[in-house]
Structure formats: structure tokens, C-alpha cells
């Protein structure tokens, strides 16, 4: 437990203190120290505490164990761990190409609570089929992935703009570049996590710290 997490608490058990004051005593209010401690409680504390608790969530949403602590995404970390090249998750992860402690904050940005207005509510719909449904199998994304995901890390880094790949047809970068040529298509980066094949493949052990 961190000690922002430890000052949210104190901080809610304060508040709740104050409340069950105002409760057991409400001629307290006809004071004007009353009134100040009775809108601090029911509103200022609050509100500060609800800001400060999402601000929390949020950032440790970003991380990759918040991430795969859904049984749901179980086999997807495990896909990070795959020994074959082909695979771009896995030598992102592996390479430390992306940060491993929010290793899939940085390829999906835009996902739920992160993306737009449709994105947040298709993550209601998660949040209800984990805990009252059934998720759906195989998981898939809604929409197409951007290459804005691949973009933000890959735009103006020399391997990536002097690439042979990249550089064999003089349209392959501008269609990149405009979302057009996804970077997932066949014959560039085709294998993802496709877990569907994680019994056939071998695994790399990472070394012990």
C-alpha cells in the first residue's frame, strides 16, 4: 500500500468521522464553525477525494499487471513471453521496446477508459461481463488497429524511416503514415498476441532478478 493510498484512507476516515459528528449532533450547524465543517464534509472532502481516487485509478490502470489481473487477458500475458521474433508484442515486451511495467498502456492508448466517448462505454460493457456475464471468445478488438499506436514510439526513429522494408516502395511510408497501410498487415508485422496458438509455440524464461 503507498502512501498516497494511505492518505486517501485517513483522509475518508476523517470525513466519515465528520459526518457521523453532524449526524449525532446536528444543532452543530448553527454555528457558523458547524456550517463550515458541514459543507467541507459533505461536499469539499468528497469531491477532493473522488478526484484524487480516479487521478489513482487511472494511473494504475496504466499498468501491465492492472491489465492481466482479468482472468479474461490471462493468455495475452502470456503471449508477451513467446520465443519467436515474429511476434510484435512479444519482442516489444521482451526488448524492453515498451515499458513492461504498462506494456499495454503504450499500444493501446485508445482503448476504454483512455479512448473516446464509444470507448469508455464499450468499457462499461467489460466491466459488466466480467463481473455479471460471460466475456466473449475469442476477445477482439472493435475497431481496426491505428497505426498511431505504432506511430508515437516509431515516427522519426531512423530504423523505422531508413527501414528496407519501408523504404522499397516510396508509397509504403505516406500510407503508413495516413492510417491507410495498416502496419499489422500481411506481409509486414502479421503475427500480434494470436493466442489461439499459444499450445504450438515456445516460451522465453525470463532471468530471475
Not at 444543532?27 to 459533505?42: C, E, H, M
Not at 495475452?76 to 519467436?84: A, E, F, N, V
Not at 492510417?179 to 516460451?203: A, I, M, P, R, W
Request: glycine share 6%; hydrophobic share 35%; charged share 20%.
Amino acid at each position: 500500500m503507498t502512501g498516497f493510498t494511505v492518505l486517501l484512507i485517513v483522509l475518508l476516515f476523517i470525513n466519515i468521522s465528520f459526518i457521523c459528528f453532524l449526524i449525532l449532533k446536528p444543532r452543530a450547524t448553527d454555528a457558523r464553525g458547524g456550517k463550515i465543517l458541514a459543507f467541507a464534509s459533505l461536499f469539499i472532502l468528497p469531491i477532493f477525494l473522488g478526484v484524487m481516487g480516479t487521478n489513482r485509478h487511472m494511473e494504475n490502470a496504466k499498468r501491465t499487471e492492472f491489465c492481466l489481473s482479468c482472468h479474461e487477458m490471462t493468455n495475452y500475458g502470456k503471449s508477451l513471453h513467446i520465443d519467436d521474433r515474429s511476434f510484435v508484442p512479444a519482442v516489444h515486451f521482451q526488448n524492453n521496446l515498451v515499458p513492461r511495467e504498462a506494456a499495454c498502456f503504450t499500444c493501446h492508448t485508445d482503448y476504454t477508459m483512455f479512448g473516446d466517448y464509444n470507448a469508455k462505454l464499450r468499457g462499461l460493457k467489460h466491466v459488466y461481463a466480467h463481473y455479471l456475464g460471460k466475456p466473449s471468445e475469442p476477445l477482439k478488438l472493435y475497431t481496426s488497429y491505428s497505426n498511431r499506436e505504432c506511430l508515437h514510439c516509431h515516427s522519426g526513429a531512423r530504423s523505422f524511416e531508413e527501414g528496407a522494408t519501408h523504404n522499397q516502395d516510396p508509397k509504403t511510408l505516406p500510407l503508413v503514415r495516413e492510417n491507410k497501410l495498416s502496419c499489422l498487415s500481411s506481409g509486414c508485422h502479421s503475427y500480434t498476441h494470436d493466442v489461439e496458438q499459444l499450445n504450438t509455440l515456445n516460451f522465453w524464461k525470463e532471468a530471475r532478478k
